[in-house]
Antibody, heavy 118, light 111 residues
Framework: QITLKESGPTLVKPTQTLTLTCSFSGFSFSSTRVSVDWIRQPPGKALEWLGLVYWDDDARYSPSLKSRVTITRDTSNNQVVLTMTNMGPLDTGTYFC??????????WGQGTLVTVSS | QPVLTQSSSASASLGSSVELTCTLS???????VAWHQQQPGKAPRYLMI???????KKGSGVPDRFSGSTSGADRRLTISNLQLEDEADYYCETWDSNTWVFGGGTKLTIL
C-alpha cells in the first residue's frame, strides 16, 4: 500500500521561504517509472501543478513558478522536499504531494494547509 | 503547453447519469487525459485515464458506474446511477514535454 504524507509549517510570513517534506512508503524510488509531484490548491480554487522529481533526482517545474520552486529527493529517508522562495499571500493554500507511475498520478497525500500572513 | 477547459459546475439527480467534459486546446486533441475526484474536504483521488481513441482505464477500486469516452478534443467522464458520495469536484489532467496541467475543475451537485 502506497502512502504519502506532507509536513511543514502551517504559517509563513511574506517574503519567507517555505520548506515542505513529503514522507512516503510503499514504493521504491529507484524505479525509472516513478516520480513524486507537488500540487497546490488555493482555498476554493483549482489544483495547480508545481513540479516533480524523478528517481534520478532530475526535476521538472511549472514554467510559471520555475524561478521560485525547487524539488529534491532523499531516497535514504524516503522523502521528497519542496522549497518555494519569496512566499506571498497568493501562495496560501493546501499543498499535496503525489506518487506518479509513468505518466499517471495514482496516489495522493492528504495535503497540508499553508497560510501566508504577517 | 495544452490547456484543459471544464465547465465550472454540473448537477444531476440521485440515481441518474451525468457526463462531465474536459476539452483539450487546439493542437492537442490526441492527448491522453486523466480524471481525478475530490470529495469535500478530502484529497483528490485518481479515477481513470481516457485516451484519444476513446479507450479508458480505471484506477483500483473505482466503481463500474464510472466510465470514459472521447469525442474529438473532448474527454468525457460519465457517472451512472449517481450516488450522494459522487458529489465532488472533478479535475482533468494532461501533460506535454515533462510538464503537467490541470483543468479548472467541475463541481458536481447531486439534486
Amino acid at each position: 500500500q502506497i502512502t504519502l504524507k506532507e509536513s511543514g509549517p502551517t504559517l509563513v510570513k511574506p517574503t519567507q521561504t517555505l520548506t515542505l517534506t513529503c514522507s512516503f512508503s510503499g514504493f521504491s524510488f529507484s524505479s525509472t517509472r516513478v516520480s513524486v509531484d507537488w500540487i497546490r490548491q488555493p482555498p476554493g480554487k483549482a489544483l495547480e501543478w508545481l513540479g516533480l522529481v524523478y528517481w534520478d533526482d532530475d526535476a521538472r517545474y511549472s514554467p510559471s513558478l520555475k524561478s521560485r520552486v525547487t524539488i529534491t529527493r532523499d531516497t535514504s529517508n524516503n522523502q521528497v522536499v519542496l522549497t518555494m522562495t519569496n512566499m506571498g499571500p497568493l501562495d496560501t493554500g493546501t499543498y499535496f504531494c503525489a506518487h506518479r507511475l509513468d505518466y499517471l498520478i495514482t496516489d495522493w497525500g492528504q495535503g497540508t494547509l499553508v497560510t501566508v500572513s504577517s | 503547453q495544452p490547456v484543459l477547459t471544464q465547465s465550472s459546475s454540473a448537477s444531476a439527480s440521485l440515481g441518474s447519469s451525468v457526463e462531465l467534459t474536459c476539452t483539450l486546446s487546439s493542437g492537442h486533441s490526441s492527448y491522453i487525459v486523466a480524471w481525478h475526484q475530490q470529495q469535500p474536504g478530502k484529497a483528490p483521488r485518481y479515477l481513470m485515464i481516457v485516451e484519444g481513441s476513446g479507450n479508458y482505464k480505471k484506477g483500483s477500486g473505482v466503481p463500474d458506474r464510472f466510465s470514459g469516452s472521447t469525442s474529438g478534443a473532448d474527454r468525457r467522464l460519465t457517472i451512472s446511477n449517481l450516488q450522494l458520495e459522487d458529489e465532488a469536484d472533478y479535475y482533468c489532467e494532461t501533460w506535454d514535454s515533462n510538464t503537467w496541467v490541470f483543468g479548472g475543475g467541475t463541481k458536481l451537485t447531486i439534486l
